[in-house]
Nanobody
Framework: VQLQASGGGSVQAGEALRLTCTVS?????????ISWYRQAPGKQRELVAR???????NYADSVKGRFIISRDSGMNAVYLQMNSLKFEDTAVYYC?????WGQGTQVTVSS
């Protein structure tokens, strides 16, 4: 099973980006949870958003109301729509499902 993150880039504060985590080797609808984490320079990796078949979507307080996690079973992918980006959202973003990390995608927000 592999998770492939994409969609990062450099944007201005206030703009939006959509990250995509493409799942291969397993059908997305069999995965009980899949999450987005991020790691900023010098900081620990932190949970940003989680999609669980048991309790839906959960978000870090810092992104509530701005980020949306969603599943696309047809594309076997999970998206992270990031709106109203802030400088402090700058980080490498990773997708994760239990025991499986994808490679990261860099998001850089200029203030």
């Amino acid at each position: 099973v592999q998770l492939q993150a994409s969609g990062g880039g450099s944007v201005q504060a206030g703009e939006a980006l959509r990250l995509t985590c493409t799942v291969s080797g397993l059908r997305l609808n069999t995965m009980t949870s899949i999450s987005w984490y991020r790691q900023a320079p010098g900081k620990q990796r932190e949970l940003v958003a989680r999609s669980s078949i048991f309790d839906g979507a959960n978000y870090a307080d810092s992104v509530k109301g701005r980020f949306i996690i969603s599943r696309d079973s047809g594309m076997n992918a999970v998206y992270l729509q990031m709106n109203s980006l802030k400088f402090e959202d700058t980080a490498v973003y990773y997708c994760f499902s239990p025991d499986i990390w994808g490679q990261g995608t860099q998001v850089t927000v200029s203030s």
